[in-house]
């Protein structure tokens, strides 16, 4: 009886070590590097210019303890919309596993219909956008956009290839600046719950587009001030916000009722102020515990503009009641540490649609 | 003996069998026939989504009515950014299973204006969805009405 449970504990033991020596040996998918620099003049620099393409390099590899086969790489990457990355991307990949490693192979969109095998019935993007929403960014006008190799690979036990994978697009004429974010992954793994063979990476830079079209919009500080959907036009309702709660200290906040003022311009050159103090531009703060106010308008309306003109910006500021107290772009410079020499300089959006 | 009694459960068994699915042959009353959907009504908004995001609560929806009336005419009160602006005449182009609700502005040269619609039930009410970008093409919004004057 005593040798019959020494050899199941012996047995036991071989048995835990194997299991072990498996989730050990299983595998994993690195991403070591994303380079998001361009060369401009010779010089490396962390923007590109409005309508150039531009190049962000991902770099990793692969330590692999089991057989793999027909396994397809997948890259997501995560920009402003602006950019429209789904359209204008051309992606491709280099991989020690190719006869020649040094030839660029093509990787393309995925297809809605493929879903990733473990994202639990979700779509690659879907899985993404839940996952990592938009990273460290404070705007929410961007999307994850997903490709897979067009080849599929076979890996076998013990093989570590090094992968180099070219995201080039074009950065659109919206001048921004954002912080981009990269995803890998591969067609066994399918957005497993693990990190082993998935990773993501947000770059260290905060990207900018310049010389584009109009004021900067960014994507990677908090301000005062805050405008939704980014992309809008007089007939959306567009919700404005402030936010009080990156300055603690700021005068506005404490004065409990927060107002909008504002003036749209159309494209007659004709300006139509809003500036009373009443429901109609009294912002709701979001929560008991928040320092957001916001206000959603319809543009058209909330101005009271004539049927045959266009708004094409707005001016505004955050008021209290008696308008002792004003929030304007100055005060957001100065708290960046921008220098801004104009007092009271109004907030401005721009309503552009492309 | 035992042999025979066997047999007559046997045929007995197979006759009640028979008997049972001649009772269950089709009659008339069985036979489903889809009816014609209609949409008429006061539609009032119940819930506006932008771009996937619920902003019912963020301005004063509740204005807005959509009548589609019995006799083939609309009118739109207090009018909010929608597909048609001003009144006219309204149809489905299905009845029986109706997937697009088809606008014509009155007196206008302007073409029919036909929208997609998803005309479901939710908690035993009749409800009305339309997707539309009345302003920036990359916002889509939902509007989802509940008729209010008949369920």
Same mark, same amino acid.
């Given at each position: ?20 020596? !498996? ?20 010089? &490396? *620099? ?22 793999? /086969?027909?396994?397809? %790489?997948?890259? !997501?990457?995560?920009? =402003? ?6 359209? /204008?991307?051309? *992606? ?8 020649? $490693? ?8 995925? =297809?809605?219909?493929?879903? =990733? ?18 990273? =460290?960014? *404070? ?32 950065? !659109? &004429? ?8 990269? %995803? ?9 719950? !693990? ?12 990207? &900018? ?17 805050? *405008? ?14 402030? /936010? ?28 139509? $102020? ?24 319809? $543009? ?6 004539? &049927? ?9 500021? %955050? ?26 300089? $109004? ?8 | ?51 996937? +995001? ?47 609700? +088809? ?17 479901? +039930? ?7 969805? +339309? ?21």
């Amino acid at each position: 009886m005593r040798k019959l449970i020494k050899m199941i504990r012996q047995k036991k033991a071989i048995y835990t070590m194997i299991l072990l020596l !498996g989730l050990i040996m299983f595998g994993c998918v690195y991403l070591d590097s994303v380079k998001v620099t361009q060369i401009y003049d010779g010089e &490396e *620099v962390a923007w590109a210019k409005a309508g150039d393409i531009a190049t962000f390099t991902l770099q990793g590899h692969i330590e692999c303890h089991e057989d793999h /086969n027909g396994v397809k %790489f997948v890259v !997501g990457f995560l920009a =402003p919309k602006s950019w429209k990355v789904s359209q /204008n991307a051309k *992606v491709t990949y280099k991989n020690d596993l190719a006869e020649d $490693p040094d030839q660029e192979k093509t990787m393309s969109l995925i =297809p809605e219909t493929s879903l =990733p095998k473990n994202g639990g019935g979700r779509t690659w993007v879907e899985a993404l956008t839940q996952e990592y929403g938009v990273g =460290p960014n *404070v705007l929410d006008d961007m999307e994850w956009v997903v490709f897979w190799t067009d080849d599929s690979w076979d890996i076998v036990n013990n093989a570590n290839p090094n992968y180099t994978i070219y995201i080039r697009t074009d950065v !659109g &004429e919206q001048n921004l600046k954002a912080t981009l974010g990269f %995803f890998v992954n591969h067609t066994d793994d399918g957005f497993s719950n !693990g990190g082993d063979h998935k990773k993501v990476k947000f770059s260290d830079e905060c990207f &900018e587009v310049i010389d584009g079209k109009g004021l900067t919009i960014d994507y990677c500080n908090d301000h005062y001030n805050k *405008v939704q959907p980014l992309a809008s036009l007089q007939d959306d309702f567009v919700t404005f916000s402030f /936010n009080g709660a990156i300055n603690l200290e700021n005068a506005l906040s404490k004065a409990g009722d927060v107002f909008f003022k504002a003036i749209a311009v159309t494209d007659a050159g004709n300006r139509y $102020p809003v500036n009373d103090k009443s429901a109609k531009t009294r912002m709701t703060k979001e929560s008991a515990f928040s320092d957001t106010y916001s206000i959603t308008i319809w $543009p058209a309306d909330f101005f009271g503009v004539s &049927e045959n003109e266009q708004i094409v910006a707005v001016e505004y500021w %955050f008021t209290n009641q008696n308008e002792s107290i004003v929030i304007s772009k100055s005060d957001d410079d100065a708290l960046l540490g921008e220098e801004n020499l104009e007092e009271m300089e $109004p907030f401005y959006f721009e309503f552009l649609c492309e | 003996m035992l042999h025979k009694i066997t047999k007559l459960i046997f045929i007995l068994f197979t006759l009640t069998l028979l008997g049972a699915c001649d009772k269950f042959s089709a009659t008339e009353s069985d036979v489903f026939e889809e009816t014609d959907k209609d949409l008429s009504g006061v539609w009032k908004l119940e819930k506006v989504t932008r771009n996937g +995001i619920d902003i019912t609560g963020l301005m004063d929806f509740t204005q807005f009515s959509l009548d589609l009336n019995k006799d083939g005419t609309y009118v739109v009160e207090n009018y909010l950014p929608f597909v048609v602006k001003d009144d006219g005449k309204w149809q489905v182009d299905d009845p029986l299973y109706p997937f697009h609700l +088809i606008f014509k502005t009155e007196g206008s040269n302007q073409d029919e204006v036909s929208v997609e619609i998803e005309y479901m +039930i939710v908690n035993g009410k009749r409800s009305l969805s +339309i997707d539309l970008s009345p302003g920036c093409f990359s916002n889509v919004y939902t509007y989802v009405f509940n008729r209010t004057d008949h369920p």
